[in-house]
């Protein structure tokens, strides 16, 4: 009942620090999404031929920076306006006002300002190209606004790890303390460092490896639940992400109980006769 008792404490921590893991990785996910939505536009020249396009269109493509790229024609960009205003500026001008640009949505990696800097200075000297926008300061307050997002969540998440790691740690060393008087008579027939510790760290094995696919079926019972109640998500909940939970939280069960467990039989190995009381 013991084991059963520090099993079940262990289950609820790792489920904590799973919990935690999970929206860490999620947020980050998260923030390269907001930052792959972030557009620059590529202004073409009136004179810019097919065959131009295409040439640009292909280099566009290939290149390291783009994660995403749209060609919107002239009239295309027309009935878009169209669309917004309610009006058609063509009737009363006599001629279709826009040009046919490049919607590029960057890698998150080069969604800041000073990548953008230089990948928008050297897009200007390709021929076809009118000119490049982008709302830096749109840019530079979402970076900064997920930069100090990521800042408190990391810090949420080393704290709640500390605090798992202090329970798990006095839960494993009360269970340990329990048995010093096994230990000690272990120690008075002539047994070993090793052969003591030998069971219990079996036992704590068996107590991290159990308590982390405790804590993984119930992760994933409750991410799916999420899912169900807000599908939204879905895009953000990639495989990768469960598989790196499914594995971090059988991995730290195994490593705290055992870690702890090695260092509490440890100290009652240690211990001289007057303390065991």
């Known amino acids: 009942m ?19 893991a999970f929206f860490v990785l999620f947020a980050q996910r998260l923030s390269e999404s907001v930052k792959e939505n972030l557009t620059v536009t590529v202004l073409l020249r009136e004179e810019a031929t097919d065959a131009d396009i295409a040439r640009l269109r292909s280099g566009l493509q290939k290149a390291s920076y783009v994660h995403a790229l749209d060609y919107v024609s002239k ?10 205003m309610g009006s058609d500026p063509s009737e009363f001008l006599g001629f279709n006002p826009f040009t046919a640009s490049f919607e590029l949505r960057m890698k998150a990696s080069y969604a800041n300002s000073d990548s953008l800097s230089v990948i928008t200075a050297g897009l200007k000297k390709m021929p076809a190209v009118e000119d490049v926008l982008y709302q830096k300061d749109l840019v530079d307050t979402v970076n900064d606004n ?28 009360l269970s340990i303390y329990s048995g010093r008087f ?15 510790r030998r069971p219990f760290m079996a036992r704590s094995f068996r107590l991290g490896f159990l308590s982390g696919l405790a804590a993984d ?6 991410g799916r639940a999420l899912l169900r109640c807000d599908p939204s998500l879905a895009p953000y909940v990639e495989p990768g992400i469960l598989a790196a939970v499914g594995i971090s939280v059988p991995a730290a069960g195994l490593l705290l ?18 303390d065991l009381y």
């Open 146 to 173: 997920l930069r100090r997002a990521s800042y408190v969540l990391l810090g949420i998440a080393v704290l709640l790890a500390l605090v798992s790691f202090a329970l798990i740690n006095n839960t494993v060393r």
């Open 75 to 84: 009239e295309r960009a027309l009935e878009e306006q169209v669309k917004a």
């Open 257 to 274: 109980t055992l870690g702890c467990t090695y260092v509490s039989v440890g100290k009652c190995l240690r211990m001289r006769a007057g």
């Open 182 to 196: 096994v230990i000690r008579t272990m120690q008075l027939v002539g047994a070993s460092r090793a052969f003591i």
């Open 217 to 222: 079926a119930a992760l994933f019972g409750g």
């Open 2 to 20: 013991q084991w059963f008792t520090t099993g079940v404490s262990t289950t609820l921590v790792l489920i904590l620090l799973g919990t935690v």
